[in-house]
């Protein structure tokens, strides 16, 4: 199939290019919007107890998470002054004037402590903003600045979580911009390097950039049906310019052996094509298959990562097989260059740790083992307000209500009643409730508890725009957290609010019972998310090697290679090494998600590199039938392209680190280490040393799995398109 696709490439090479041309227009004038049609996301898990928490409170209510909190600063240093409590109850009655808000809770209203500075110069007016992720943090985006104004008796500031999860989303985007402005000459120059053509390194960012506008153009389609995350576009700008890079380099690289050989350019094309093509493919599907665990999560925000993922494969493989093909059957003269005669430096460390194979590889696996050993310290953790630089606004107000306020009060667990009790009932419940090691206050329709007793009136439902204290045959609580509550064991705080009996049945949620069950749910998943990528992907290896050994073999070096990326993330971004060079403040633990995105994003570009190097391995073995031997040809011709795609792709990531979000610095630093430690240390040294010690055992397999793969397998083997080797068209240089 693929020497005819080869064959009708290079004879309507003009066709196929100018179809090319006018779908990568076409796709990028319509990718062009994909932004202003994805969507942003919440720390929320669908079905879940929080969730359904939140939807009652909503619709019974009229309350729920205060995601905007405004931080006024009396000039006078003193809140309770006339002034200030004027200008303050103006500034709450300006604010429940804005579309959209339903909730607004000033301590001018009620004087709860916990909206407060101990001091007495800072207080709360907390507000909450209906609407999706989307549409609030773009009314947030134009009524922040007006908010945050100085009066003459006040200092505004704007925080509360939406408006932290706003500046998220808008430093995200000025970093990656930054990233890709960084990135792109450098790649350019380096494939200049490598290729020593400049035609060359320019179709293969040609291909890189078509993958990016089909993959873009594609989630905007996609977004017409279901919700995408705007940070999917993120991956699809570096993912599709790295495996436009990868799959370009084996195409080219292909098509220059072909040359080398003797054959002529049309029918080194068709060859080229061929022979890479099911490479390409079959890496592509290792890809696919592994962003494509993602959507065993119920979150839009990881399943848009699936989307993103399957289209910068599809988009990939058929610039590298249409677009590239149908340019070297026109141009390849201007990408061919003279054969090197020297001898190849990963060979030869190939061949010298094939030679004393466990005394290499001891050595290997013990730097490896070492660097992955921070991983027993891993803490997973909820997201905060140091995701962002210091001295972004919204951080500042966060800190400042942290170390100055005796409450979080940005951060009240909500817990709703489902049937009606008596008022003894709820009162010895919020009592009980208000005992539990880390709660400041609790508010009840029956009055304000601390420490197991009523220290004033309720404040819920009595008029301050608090929400309704009861519903349809129920009530609600607030429990507010002390302060330091949010940055300890949080899931622990929520836990024993659930824990507390109660007089009825319960839903307990809020934003620490919200990213409580999103961790929750996102770790319960995580073994059916791996499974299925370690599953099919031994099978896709199966079908390329014919071995049962191999896929064995790649499966525990790739989860070796990602232990290192576990291991630095710890002893970078937990533990605080690097901290000040780097530019973020640890936490103490790290957020689920992005490391299951990388676990998915790293695993499969880990196969990649396994599936182009086990390709020429095998098939050097087919010509040649000496493991060994198969195994240090394979690597001089691979490893080289190996290591380049590997190197360039890193520094795409790696140019994450230069943001201010920690998630990008996360996935940048993690992403490039595990890359460049896979394609040297892991694919040169470890990979020959597996393989020289099983010897002929790497390509065993029981006879009905050998008659299975002789049906479905890859089998490099090339179709004669009639053509003689006489004359070759070579340059004068070649002669």
């Known amino acids: 199939m693929l020497t005819r696709l080869g064959r009708f490439v290079v004879r309507r090479s003009r066709a196929v290019l100018i179809g090319v041309v006018l779908a990568f227009l076409g796709l990028g004038a319509y990718g062009a919007g994909a932004q202003a049609d994805l969507d942003l996301a919440r720390w929320d898990a669908p079905g879940t107890e929080s969730v359904r928490a939140a939807d009652i409170l ?14 006024v600063t009396a000039r006078d240093g ?4 006339p002034r200030t409590t004027a ?12 579309p959209g808000v339903t909730d607004v809770s000033a301590y001018w209203s009620g004087k709860s402590p916990a909206l407060r500075a101990s001091d007495g110069a800072r207080a709360l007016i907390l507000a909450r903003l209906e609407g999706s992720a989307t549409d609030t943090r773009e ?12 009066t003459a008796e006040l200092t505004v500031a704007v925080g509360g979580q939406e408006e932290i999860s706003r500046q998220v989303g808008e430093q995200a985007r000025a970093d990656f911009l930054r990233a890709e402005a960084l990135a792109l000459p450098a790649v350019v120059l380096l494939l200049i390097l490598v290729y020593r053509r400049t ?19 594609g989630l905007r389609a996609i977004a017409q049906f279901t919700e995408v995350s705007t940070f999917a576009a993120n991956l699809a700008l570096v993912l599709g310019l790295g495996l436009g890079i990868d799959y370009s380099l084996f195409v080219i690289s292909r098509y220059r052996e072909e040359r080398y050989a003797g054959y002529a350019q049309q029918e080194a094309v068709v060859r080229a094509t061929a022979a890479a093509g099911r490479t390409v493919i079959f890496s592509g599907v290792t890809v696919a298959v592994s962003l494509c665990a993602l959507l065993v999560f ?3 925000f990881l399943s848009s990562f699936a989307y993103a993922g399957v289209l910068v494969v599809v988009t990939a493989v058929a610039g590298a097989l249409l677009l590239l093909p149908s340019a070297l059957a026109r141009w390849g003269h201007r990408v061919e260059r003279p054969q090197s005669t020297a001898s190849g430096f990963w060979e030869r460390i190939a061949r010298g740790a094939m030679r004393r194979p466990v005394a290499a590889g001891a050595a290997v696996l013990g730097v490896l083992l070492l660097a992955a050993s921070p991983l027993l310290g891993l803490r997973f953790g909820l997201p905060d307000e140091r995701t962002l630089p210091a001295g972004t606004s919204s951080r500042t107000a966060s800190e400042t209500i942290h170390e100055e306020f005796p409450a979080e009060p940005t951060d009240t667990v909500h817990v709703v009643l489902r049937k009606a009790v008596s008022a003894e009932e709820t009162q010895r419940y919020a009592a009980e409730l208000s005992r539990i090691q880390g709660v400041f206050q609790v508010d009840a329709p029956t009055g304000s508890y601390q420490d197991g007793r009523r220290t004033g009136p309720s404040v819920i439902g009595s008029g301050t725009g ?26 622990g705080f929520v836990e024993k609010v659930r824990d507390t009996t109660a007089p009825a049945t319960v839903l307990v949620g809020g934003y620490p019972a919200e990213t409580t069950d999103f961790r929750a749910t996102l770790l319960d998943r995580l073994p059916y998310a791996v499974g299925l990528i370690l599953v099919v992907t031994f099978a896709i290896l199966f079908l390329l090697t014919g071995s049962l050994l191999l896929p064995a073999k790649a499966t525990v070096l790739n989860l070796l290679s990602l232990s290192v990326m576990f291991g630095s993330l710890v002893w970078v971004f937990q533990d605080g090494h690097l901290s000040g060079f780097l530019g973020f403040t640890p936490t103490g633990s790290i957020e689920p998600s992005i490391p299951v995105l990388m676990f998915c994003v790293v695993y499969g570009l880990s196969m990649d590199y396994e599936v182009f190097m086990l390709a020429r391995i095998k098939e050097e073995y087919e010509r040649v039938g000496d493991t060994e031997r198969a195994v240090a040809t394979g690597i001089r011709k691979s490893a080289p392209l190996i290591t380049a795609a590997a190197g360039i792709l890193a520094l795409s990531f790696l140019t994450y680190a230069t943001g201010g979000v920690v998630f990008l610095k996360e996935l940048g630093v993690g992403t ?4 460049l430690v896979d394609a040297t240390l892991i694919r040169v040294v470890l990979l020959p040393v597996a393989m020289r010690l099983a010897g002929r055992a790497n390509w065993w397999a029981p006879g009905p799995l050998r008659r299975l793969h002789r049906r479905f397998g890859l089998h490099e083997e090339h179709a004669d398109s009639g053509e003689d080797k006489t004359p070759v068209l070579l340059p004068r240089e070649y002669a």
Do not use: K
């Open 87 to 98: 200008a303050a109850r103006a500034l709450a009655a300006e604010v429940r004037d804005i």
């Open 466 to 491: 608090t929400g309704a204290g009861t519903g349809s045959g129920g009530a609600r609580l607030a429990v507010v957290p002390a302060r330091d509550v949010m940055y300890g064991d949080v899931p």
């Open 58 to 71: 909503r619709e019974e209510y009229g309350t729920g998470n205060p995601n905007l909190a405004l931080l």
């Open 139 to 150: 009314q947030l985006a134009t009524i922040s600045p007006q908010l945050a104004d100085r």
């Open 298 to 300: 119920p979150f839009f």
């Open 672 to 675: 490039a280490l595990t890359i």
């Open 78 to 81: 003193d809140v309770d002054s």
């Open 199 to 217: 035609a060359a390194a320019l179709l293969t960012v040609g291909v890189g950039l078509l993958s990016v506008v089909g993959t873009l153009a």
